[in-house]
């Protein structure tokens, strides 16, 4: 059995036990996080503020293309979510990362398979472990493959899965109205919508293919060397990120370089690599990070919404208009690959798929392509 990444990389017991560390061992120890200045996201910090949209302000749909266009990033509020539930689901989480470490093995993601306990795919992209527990799950079999973690199908597990399906049914509701503002940002309307195979295609399968990854960051002894997640953009079309009251998450943004430390406390959405493809462009994907910290171990949940892995993904028609498209089309499973190979050579995988790489314009505001993975 292999074992993930950051599990095997103690060779004396072959799992990392993040509760004795003392110090960051050079296995862990990442150069350079801090080479960009951070600065705050909050709603105080200018032009530095991460957007806020409210779903329920009328003009939501101006401010989701706004956000879209320029951060690939945005706060959401007015979503109707109790703050109640996003607690439990925090607090269940939080548990079943708090098992002991062969209870989680049990439920070892393998090889090749999509869910199951263990880091994401990109933490197995680099050379330095990151310090977190990760677990991949589908809400189509979460009761079975919970089953794994706690095969007496307990109290614990009954309420777990109780919890992350109520979160589940609310985040999809959320996530379908979302999807009107995105298309209306667009300028796509209801009937265009239905009437154009695509766009009708991706509005029907998206909340069917969802997948939520839990990250679980414990405490660490010297936050300024280790990372929770490794620099990236989130694949898919978007995803939604609840990271509770502890803040962690940083985005990358230019002119200056530097990362913006997101506030706590309202969900986040970002902007995947294949909405970037889909609007031809328009709308970003954001380069993004967690770290950690030395006083709260912190819960982040990401709730990734895209197409079924084979179906394809151009530009849209509407949003190519009389221009050329800027991306060549791809799969999801296609486009997996070719971040990985993005990921060896230090690239950009939406440069790898462009139609005309020569086009792009690397210098200038936050908003403009960042053709190397940010370190
Ligand atoms: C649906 C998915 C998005 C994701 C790959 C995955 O198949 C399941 C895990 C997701 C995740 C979570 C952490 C960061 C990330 C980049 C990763 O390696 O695994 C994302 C993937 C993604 O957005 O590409
Ligand atoms: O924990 C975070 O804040 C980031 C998580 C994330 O980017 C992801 O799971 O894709
Ligand atoms: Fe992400």
Known sequence: ????????????????????????????????????????????????????????????????????????????????????????????????????????????????????????????????????????????????????????????????????????????????????????????????????????????????????????????????RALGMTTHTDSGFFTFVMQSHVPGMQLFRRGPDRWVGVPPGALIVNIGDLFQILTNGRFRSAYHRAVVNRDNARVSVAYHLGPPADVKVAPLREAVGAGKPAYRTVTWREYIVVRKEAFATGGSALEMVSLSPDDHDDEGDGADHISEIPS
Not at 19 to 47: N, S
Request: glycine fraction near 8%; hydrophobic fraction near 40%.
């Open 1 to 224: 059995m292999s074992a993930p990444s950051q599990l095997s990389k103690d060779p004396r017991n072959n799992y990392f036990d993040f509760g004795a560390a003392r110090q960051v061992p050079e296995t862990h120890m990442w150069e350079g996080l801090y080479e960009h200045p951070v600065v705050d996201g909050g709603v105080r910090a200018g032009e530095d503020a991460v957007p806020v949209v409210d779903m329920q302000d009328p003009r939501a749909a101006e401010a989701v293309a706004r956000a879209s266009e320029q951060w690939g990033v945005f706060l959401l509020e007015g979503h109707g979510i109790p703050s109640e539930l996003l607690a439990r689901v925090e607090a269940g989480i939080a548990g079943m990362f708090a098992l002991p470490t062969p209870e989680k093995m049990r439920a070892e993601r393998q090889d090749g398979e999509p869910y199951g306990y263990g880091l994401p795919h990109i933490a197995s992209y680099s050379s330095k472990a990151t310090w977190s527990e990760g677990y991949t799950l589908s809400p189509a079999s979460l009761r079975a493959e919970l089953r794994r973690v706690w095969p007496d199908a307990g109290e614990d597990y009954r309420h777990f899965c109780d919890v992350m399906e109520e979160f589940h049914r609310q985040m999809r509701a959320v996530a379908d109205k979302l999807t009107v503002l995105f298309l209306a940002a667009l300028g796509l309307a209801g009937e265009q919508i239905a009437a154009v195979e695509a766009e009708r295609k991706i509005v029907e399968t998206m909340s069917e293919t969802v997948t939520m990854h839990l990250n679980w960051y414990p405490k660490c002894p010297d936050p300024k």
